[in-house]
């Protein structure tokens, strides 16, 4: 794709710029969704579309209302601190388990290593709808519905295959020899563990972190069903605004939960070409 | 060391024999590695597949019949469903003492909704009789038969007893076959009347919107992941951000943003009117309809697309192309015989893992879809936290999660689990 030769014909050239603008428009296509609703939210108006004020950049069209509204309205505060309450403990226990098994897994003989890495990968692949519903059934019978853990623990069962996939693919690269090296000169295997091989997959356990995170932070389906009032989260509240009445209060906490995700995303590709560049992969 | 040593077994360093040494050291490794995924293998199971499991078998569970109406499903056995007459007086006194029972322990409004599902209008006669049953002596005021058709005629339709003979056993396919728009009749298993057929008409719905939505993806993924993998790797890097961005942006806000730009007063249609294209007075409708679900999934679903096709066009030699022009191919040519035919496993695995994900939607066609742009999924939630009917979205469920297992089967077969690959 890079420049065109000097010898392209007429039509080469034109297809050549039909096609960056083909690609332009679904890069637009990709992001503008996103990009319109962060000067939205400024809107000192309670509509959905831009003022003439706005248009006019008049400073008079914009205003910070609508986070104001975020940070004054009760339900979407308890909203937010719900999310904040259960994501962080469903990624707790997602990396715990999911480390030690992927650890368990990139051992060189594992039996029925297939089997066990298709139950594991499952709750990312069941429609979450058929999980939801599952869960909701399930969890009323063991008295789990409708409570804080509850959700913890479904949360955590949905993050898992993310965390199984990134940290099983750093440990691809992760020289076996160097625990060797640490028992041979006396460490148990707690030592090795925390001293040597966390230290060196730690970034794929981040990203992992992170993914099972974001996975809990957004979900809305099985909340749906397992929760109860007192476990509302960030996401649930903007389904209700979205499906009853919608108030322009949500496009301020869509432009927060987009800042959150660009932090987010910076810091796994930050890790990720991190590692690369550690295992040689990438020059840059 | 002599030749004698080395007839018998290669001893190890403590004097087994070094097979049965290598042997149990393999085995404790397997036993190591197996203890690290046991405690994992432990928490999904209990936390998700026993959930799922448990769903599954609500859709042909079928106890409670049997366990409400005990004494008339055992005297229903001997009664021919075929014969067109009314069973005898004795079933008629069964199902009074059945009745008595599950209405003093008001039980018998679960039944009736159950069988209500399979034959409208039993419910009725189940709730109108049982606030009277209830009152009766059992040993004086026979008969019973002339009783309770005094109550509701109902009891005297020979229907309400064949669903009642019908649904007694303690698992039925009744649910699936409803999921299929098909009813246990007479003679077995047929096909609902026309104006009846929904379920059909959803799961066909589903499918043809999700292949509507992979075509659509693979449309606009493919020059994307073309121009990413060409372009020198600082370039494609900085473009694959705006891939990533909305891969790891929460699906409210992306569906929320679609919902707002899409609206008749919403900024698409305000730009189409501002440059002239649409009248104002006739605002496109993008909305709660087909549409605007495949519109704002598209979206959703592109990144899915645009990523397993770049990591495969990364691999092709560009050399490849060079050598097909140099043979004498136009352009065309060297693409769609050379190029395309390997980029084909990266279209495979992007297809499969938009499709499956599309079939079990249901935020975004719950949102944006409306009435007429909804999926299979937003049935089964209705079914279960509206209607109540757990049986039929179980089935329901059951169905969707085998069309999702089939595809994920393939994708294991294509592309591996083992090689998805995250951001």
């Known amino acids: ?284 | 060391m002599t030749d004698i040593s080395q007839s018998g077994p290669v001893l190890a360093a403590d004097g087994t024999p070094l097979k049965r040494s290598l042997a149990r050291a393999l085995r404790m490794q397997k036993l190591r590695a197996l203890m690290l995924i046991a405690p994992l293998l432990l928490f999904i199971l209990v936390t998700f597949i026993l959930p799922v499991a448990d769903m599954l078998f609500r859709s042909v569970e079928n106890r409670i019949v049997q366990d409400t109406l005990p004494q008339t499903v055992e005297a229903l056995a001997d009664w021919d469903p075929a014969s067109g007459q009314l069973p005898e007086e004795a079933v008629f006194a069964a199902m009074a003492a059945d009745l008595q029972i599950a209405a003093r322990a008001k039980t018998h409004t679960k039944v009736a909704k159950r069988l209500n599902y399979e034959n409208p209008g039993v419910s009725s006669v189940f709730r109108k009789s049982g606030r009277k049953v209830s009152k009766w002596d059992l040993a004086a005021d026979g008969p019973f038969r002339e009783k309770l058709i005094e109550i509701d005629d109902g009891w005297g339709d020979v229907e309400l007893w064949r669903t009642i003979k019908t649904y007694s056993g303690s698992v039925t396919s009744g649910y699936f076959l409803n999921a299929v728009d098909m009813q246990l009749g007479a003679e077995g298993p047929e096909i609902r009347p026309e104006n009846e057929r929904i379920y059909n008409t959803m799961l066909i719905r589903t499918m043809r919107m999700s292949l509507i939505i992979t075509f659509s993806c693979i449309l606009l993924g493919y020059p994307v992941a073309w121009i990413l993998a060409n372009l020198p790797a600082r370039k494609a890097n900085l473009l694959l951000i705006l891939v990533l961005l909305p891969f790891w942006t929460s699906l409210l806000v992306r569906t929320s943003a679609w919902k707002i730009l899409l609206q008749q007063q919403g900024v698409i249609n305000d730009t189409l009117v501002w440059i002239g294209l649409v009248d104002d007075a006739n605002r496109l409708v993008l909305i709660n309809n087909e549409l605007g679900t495949i519109i704002a999934m598209t979206h959703i679903l592109l990144p899915f697309m645009i990523l397993p096709m770049y990591s495969v066009m990364q691999t092709i030699n560009p050399s490849y192309l060079r050598a097909a022009k140099s043979l004498g191919a136009t352009d065309w040519t060297a693409f769609w015989r050379v190029y395309f035919p390997q980029t084909v496993p990266g279209i495979g695995a992007g297809s499969i893992l938009v499709f499956i994900l599309a079939v079990g939607y249901y935020i975004t066609p719950a949102l944006v879809g409306g009435t007429k742009g909804t999926f299979i999924s937003n049935l089964i939630a209705y079914h279960i936290s509206t209607s109540g009917n757990w049986g039929l979205g179980a089935a329901l469920g059951a169905i969707l999660l085998a069309v999702v297992l089939l595809l994920y089967w393939v994708y294991d077969k294509v592309v591996g689990i083992d090689n998805v690959k995250l951001g």
């Open chain 1, 1 to 284: 794709m890079s420049a065109l030769p000097p010898y392209a014909t007429v039509g080469q050239r034109t297809w050549h710029y039909t096609f960056r603008v083909i690609c332009g428009l679904v890069f637009f296509f990709l992001i503008a969704p996103i990009v319109v609703i962060i000067p939205l939210s400024f809107n000192a108006q309670d509509f959905f579309t831009f003022t003439p004020e706005m248009l006019r950049l008049d400073p008079e069209g914009y205003s910070l209302k609508h986070y104001r509204d975020f940070f004054n309205n009760d339900s979407w505060q308890s909203a937010m601190w719900n999310s904040l309450k259960i994501a962080p403990m469903a990624t707790i226990v997602s990396v715990t388990f999911g480390t030690l098994a992927a650890i368990g897994l990139s051992q060189p003989h594992v039996p029925f290593r297939r089997a066990i890495m298709a139950i594991l990968i499952s709750p990312m692949i069941v429609p979450l709808i058929i999980s939801a519903a599952g869960m909701y059934f399930f969890y009323s019978r063991i008295g789990l519905q409708g409570t804080y853990i509850g959700v913890v623990l479904a949360h955590a069962a949905l993050g898992i295959p993310f965390v199984i996939i990134t940290v099983t693919a750093t440990l691809v690269g992760f020289d076996r020899s160097l625990t060797r090296a640490a028992a041979n000169m006396g460490a148990d295997p707690v030592t090795t563990f925390f001293r040597v091989q966390m230290p060196l997959i730690l970034p794929g356990v981040i990203s992992g972190g992170l993914f099972a995170f974001i996975t809990s932070f957004d979900e809305v389906v099985v909340v749906l069903f397992v929760g109860s009032a007192g476990q509302k989260t960030l996401p649930w509240q903007m389904f209700i605004g979205l499906r009853e009445q919608i108030s322009p209060t949500i496009l301020a906490v869509a432009t927060i939960l987009v800042a959150i995700s660009i932090m987010l995303l910076a810091t796994v590709e930050m890790l990720r070409r991190r590692s690369e560049r550690l295992r040689g992969m990438s020059p840059g």
